[in-house]
């Protein structure tokens, strides 16, 4: 039978309309190390051992990554023998070889603390029971570790539509040469010539295999801020930001987060999502949410934890109530 992927992507499915059990999502308007800090310590449970976290440390300059001094003072304080994990890319640039690689890491402040390069030595096969995969090739030193803490910088991306933690582990975790080309390449086709649909259920398979790998010492942490319409690996490219910053969010369940991320974007007011509302649709990304609930991944519903006001259980349009507009000075 010929795969087909299943269409939908570009159409926001109301929370109401969702047929789905409910997960928890934290959330925290306090952007900084200390927001990280401690919205991290309501979903680290089990994240012990060789500890790694896995983020887009960005090309060089990028405007939008999250803060290096940020990761830094999260490190020293929570997961002081961490290690920040990356991957080499697939497109040609400054992240395309290890060597050009490593000296982008030093421009943007990544020197406090060991990075590992994870396909630098090589590829390993990830079992997964998917429809499009059978098995993701990650960077072979990925299993080196005990836990995966996900740290995400949540925003739009050129393809994904958004880039969540979904974007952070799927494309983030396969490997520069092999695994990210049976996400975003047809055999004998163009390099980029998977999209849409197809692309989304790709991502969100490779991000299965690392999660099913890791169990329940993985945990999912997202910083809605900077959020131009463009991934990190447009660094100083990247269109300007217009979406207004909103704080972070971390959960146990991966979809039940990037879900919620989405659902705050959403119930901003139309002058302040425009952008990345098209962004997400036009490049049908809504199906990264879909699939991951379809593949037993989590849930598309939550209740949304508000750890600044004693943990109280708040709505979705309280959580984007009064946002500010966007100040790049900030």
């Known amino acids: 039978m010929e795969k087909v992927a299943k269409k ?20 925290t308007r306090d952007l900084s190390s200390n927001g990280i800090k401690k919205i991290y310590e309501k979903v680290n449970e089990n994240i012990d051992g060789k500890i790694a976290i896995k983020l887009h440390t ?6 939008n ?27 040609e640039g400054d992240r395309y070889t290890t060597e050009k690689h ?7 402040g990544w020197n406090f603390c060991p990075v590992d390069i994870i396909d630098e030595d090589g590829t390993i096969d990830l079992p997964v029971n998917g429809k499009w995969f059978d098995h993701m090739t990650v960077g072979k030193n990925l299993v080196n570790y005990d836990s995966l803490i996900t740290l995400t910088h949540f925003k739009g991306h050129v393809a994904g539509g958004f880039g969540g933690s979904n974007k952070n582990l799927g494309i983030g975790c ?43 010492k993985i945990t999912f942490i997202n910083v809605m801020r900077n959020m131009s319409v463009s991934c990190d690996c447009e660094g100083v490219a990247a269109a300007p930001v217009v979406t207004p910053n909103v704080g972070i969010l971390a959960s146990r369940d991966i979809c039940a987060l990037d879900t919620a991320c989405i659902d705050l974007v959403y119930a901003m007011k139309p002058e302040e999502n425009h952008d990345l509302v098209e962004r997400i649709e036009t490049r049908h990304g809504l199906r990264q949410l879909s699939y991951m609930h379809e593949l037993g991944m989590g849930n598309t519903k939550y209740k949304l934890i508000d750890i600044d006001n004693g943990n109280k259980e708040i709505k979705r349009s309280e959580a984007v109530a009064n946002l500010k507009p966007f100040d790049k000075s900030e």
């Open 8 to 27: 939908g992507g570009d159409k926001y499915v109301p929370y109401d309309e969702r047929v789905s059990e409910e997960s928890i999502v934290y959330f």
């Open 58 to 63: 960005g090309e060089p300059h990028g405007p």
């Open 65 to 91: 990554i999250i803060p290096s001094s940020w990761v830094k003072d999260f490190i020293k304080d929570e997961c002081p023998n961490a290690t920040i994990i990356e991957t080499n890319t697939y497109y």
């Open 102 to 108: 490593r000296e982008t890491l030093k421009i943007n």
């Open 174 to 216: 396969a490997d520069g040469r092999i695994g990210k080309a049976m996400i975003h390449t047809y055999p004998g086709e163009g390099q980029w010539s998977i999209n849409e649909e197809d692309f989304m259920e790709r991502i969100v398979e490779s991000t299965k295999a690392t999660v099913d790998y890791f169990g329940d």
